[in-house]
């Protein structure tokens, strides 16, 4: 493996994970896409470098190892049939909340404060929005597209 | 026998076509699939007989030779795991007809839930680290579907965490084939095993550790489970009963696999054991905490990983050999105890503790559904988990761990009591008075959705009762496992040039 296609799959990795750890979704999925991709580069490098691997042209011993080239144009497949469906998810996230920021898990807050125990999870989430309005953070605005519905009416 | 092998993957992938074509008819969608997932528990038992009595059945698709074709191969392991599998994806299909919801209100349910089962199988019965790594993807993709079915907002957000978390242990695990093919020039399982052997012992534990991350995440070990218990409990009773059934328990089948094949005594057994033991106990404490019937089980679903990972880590044939009889009875218990979950929130309208109260006396039906699989997972005794508890605390005894002999009897007992809760929580007692809203009394549950969930609970008892032949099985499937001798000519000798 050449340095310079290691640094890439080293930065790929690098960059993936630190947009993995935002909290706006959409950044999280660019991450993952780049993270994918930095897991492509290091299985492309993993076999042996050489001529293109086309028989005929020249000596087979010469040749690149084709064999983890094929496995990586399957891993892109799969990757990115991933990523079209975690952008249809996130968009769906973003028509129910107008936002794209990654939630807690409402039922380990419950848990946590025991407050809340007695109430539907929807009923919490909104209590949680109150809480942050009342914050004067603007989280629901009214949108120009389909109407934002909320949880369990759907 | 070795022409079986594809179809447990063909015959699902098939049935998903058709089931798309003819969506416009909901009876021949239906058939469609009931049909394939009937064929499938077929030919699994088919290639159940054909392997205890062969050993190994293995053959090459495309015809080509071995390291590099698509090797399908079959040993006892794989053989029962499938077949388990496949009468649970039969049972929880019914269910999911049967119940007015999840599959009543998407045209691809079936289709969806017949890739998923594909993936099932193929990851069961692959012969290549990377064909391992599609069987996976594949049944993940279908489960993200199937997990946000409803499109609804607490399943978007826990589904978009199950999504991420997943893709993630993608990520690794095609880092973990890239590193093994660098290192060893192979990802056949039978090839690997011959050539792991030449790699520097660094090297070996780097890629045993990255690879049990990777099926770590996957199986909800410790500390790797977060994502678990917050997005199961979402999605509709029928997927999530098969989730809890059989998602996790490829991760662990993944597991015992690769560690046994690849790295046999390359972590150390303290390692494992230290993770089985933070994950029983982890899994059941959280249990405890909960208040909400599907997250309890939930959390216990992680606490049974710990079980099996126990039995994986004392590497003796009979430590294996329980874990093993303990995975099918999982598959089954976990099965039947959502589904009865499901039951429960059918009927009381809820599945959280204090809004339920008193269906002993109200759905006494639904009661014996839970009751037996309940204490069958708690190991109280004429059920299978007696059985597969006692097997697999007599292999720790017979190895000498004893602190996590005491570990896991705390487990069990604390296991009985997160049960009691529930128990005391739905089915005797009172709805909380201050409850502003108590749930509505429901109809009884349609035919379609008890019959399949006593069909299970009577093969807990089977499991039970017929223990000492399926122990006999298990202990072949745990020898074959020890000394892969067989698996690796069988793999590498047919169809080489």
């Known amino acids: 493996m050449s340095v310079v296609m290691a640094g890439t799959a080293a930065a790929l990795f690098a960059i993936g994970t630190y947009l993995l750890l935002q909290r706006k979704l959409s950044r999280v999925i660019v991450g993952l896409g780049l993270l994918g991709h930095g897991a492509n580069v290091l299985f492309v490098n993993s076999g042996r470098r050489g001529l293109p691997p086309i028989i005929g042209q020249g000596d ?94 759907r | 026998m070795s022409a079986l092998l594809p179809l447990p993957v063909l015959l699902p992938l098939g049935g998903a076509a058709l089931s798309i074509v003819v969506g ?19 030919v699994a038992v088919a290639l159940l007989v054909a392997v205890d009595r062969d050993d190994v059945v293995a053959t090459q698709a495309g015809d080509w030779y071995a390291p590099l074709g698509i090797t399908l191969v079959a040993d006892r392991f794989s053989a029962i795991m499938l077949l388990t599998a496949a009468c649970a994806l039969l049972a929880v299909d019914v269910y999911a007809i049967g119940q007015p919801g999840a599959e009543r209100n998407h045209v691809g349910f079936q289709s969806v839930y017949l890739i998923l089962s594909a993936g099932v199988a193929a990851a069961f019965l692959t012969g290549d680290l990377f064909n391992l790594f599609v069987a996976i993807e594949m049944m993940l993709t279908a489960s993200y579907v199937l997990i946000t079915l409803g499109g609804r907002l607490d399943q978007v957000r826990s589904g978009m965490t199950y999504v991420v978390i997943s893709l993630i242990a993608s990520v690794l695990f095609l880092a ?69 059934g059989l998602l996790t328990k490829v991760g662990v089948y993944a597991i015992i696999r690769t560690q046994t ?7 150390p057994t303290w390692l494992l054991l230290a993770f089985a033991a933070a994950t029983m106990l982890v899994g059941v404490l959280g249990a405890i905490a909960q208040d909400d019937v599907k997250r309890i089980l939930s959390f216990l679903i992680i606490s049974s990983i710990g079980f099996m990972v126990m039995g994986l880590a004392l590497f003796t044939v009979a430590g294996i050999a329980a874990a093993i009889v303990y995975m099918v009875h999982q598959v089954v218990i976990k099965t039947t105890l959502f589904l009865a979950g499901g039951m429960i929130e059918h009927t009381g309208g809820s599945s959280r503790l204090s809004r339920l109260g008193d269906m002993a006396r109200t759905a006494p039906l639904i009661a014996v559904v839970f009751f037996v699989p309940a204490m069958s997972l708690a190991g109280i005794p004429p059920m299978s988990g007696f059985a597969a508890k006692f097997a697999l605390l007599d292999s720790v005894a017979a190895s000498r761990e004893w602190w996590i002999l005491g570990v896991a009897i705390a487990v069990s007992l604390l296991t009985l009591f997160s049960i009691a809760k529930i128990w005391l929580g739905v089915f005797w007692g009172q709805p909380d008075p201050a409850e502003t809203t108590v749930a509505p009394g429901r109809p009884r549950p349609p035919a379609l959705m008890v019959m399949p969930t006593a069909l299970l609970v009577a093969a807990t008892i089977v499991l039970g009762l017929a223990a000492g032949p399926l122990y006999d099985y298990c202990a072949r499937a745990a020898g074959d496992l020890i000394d892969p001798a067989a698996y690796v000519t069988q793999v590498l000798g047919s169809g080489a040039p």
Not at chain 1, 85 to 95: F, I, T
Not at chain 2, 29 to 36: H, K
């Open chain 1, 60 to 153: 087979p011993s010469d040749f690149a190892d084709p064999l983890p080239q094929s496995l990586v144009l399957t891993a892109i497949v799969i990757g990115f049939g991933t990523t079209a469906l975690l952008l249809a998810l996130a968009y769906r996230s973003w028509l129910l909340t107008n936002d794209d920021e990654v939630e807690d898990d409402i039922e380990d807050r419950l848990v946590a404060g025991r407050g809340y125990s007695d109430l539907e999870v929807s009923d919490v989430a909104l209590l949680v929005d109150e809480a942050e309005e009342s914050d004067d953070i603007p989280r629901r605005r009214s949108t120009t597209g389909e109407p934002a519905v909320t949880g369990r009416e």
């Open chain 2, 24 to 42: 416009r008819w909901r009876a021949a969608q239906r058939m469609v699939a009931l049909a394939v997932l009937t064929s499938v528990a077929g």
């Open chain 2, 176 to 244: 973990a084939l890239a590193f093994t093919y660098a290192a060893t020039g192979t990802i056949n399982l039978a090839d690997l095993a011959v050539r792991m052997g030449e790699l520097p012992s660094g090297v070996r534990s780097a890629l045993a550790g990255l690879l049990l991350v990777v099926f770590g995440i996957k199986a909800g070990l410790f500390p790797l489970f977060f994502w678990l218990p917050d997005s199961y409990p979402t999605a509709p009773a029928p997927v999530t009963a098969i989730f809890a």
């Open chain 2, 261 to 267: 094949l690849l790295f046999p005594g390359v972590l």
